[in-house]
Nanobody, 121 residues
Framework: VQLQASGGGLVQAGGSLQLSCSAA????????MGWYRQAPGKQRELVAT???????NYADSVKGRFTMSRDNAKNTVYLQMNRLKPEDTAVFYC????????????????WGQGTLVTVSS
């Protein structure tokens, strides 16, 4: 599974950005897709996840500001980020838990290449 993330960039505090991540490959099913982020000098942390049925989970730090959505037909997820703060600055990584034609009975983790979000104060 190849995950292609896009939408990062530079934005002022209080602004908005939308990230997108598209999954491609010999996919049988995608159970969960999500976003993680890694700020400089910090460990990678969960931002948000969404299941195939649309159930979402958010880190406390982004609740009420970020919204994740999913287009199952396109194997694409979106992360709408509003009221961005300087502490949101990080490389955002797309994540998928999926089955492929190679491993149709096993769920495997896949990661995208990351997209940088920089929020200036």
């Amino acid at each position: 599974v190849q995950l292609q993330a896009s939408g990062g960039g530079l934005v002022q505090a209080g602004g908005s950005l939308q990230l997108s991540c598209s999954a491609a490959g010999s996919i049988v099913s995608i159970n969960i897709m999500g976003w993680y982020r890694q700020a400089p000098g910090k460990q990678r942390e969960l931002v948000a996840t969404i299941t195939s049925t649309g159930s979402t989970n958010y880190a406390d730090s982004v609740k009420g500001r970020f919204t994740m959505s999913r287009d199952n037909a396109k194997n694409t997820v979106y992360l709408q980020m509003n009221r961005l703060k300087p502490e949101d600055t990080a490389v955002f990584y797309c994540y998928a838990l999926a089955r492929t034609v190679v491993t149709p009975t096993a769920l495997r983790e896949y990661w995208g290449q990351g997209t940088l979000v920089t929020v200036s104060s």
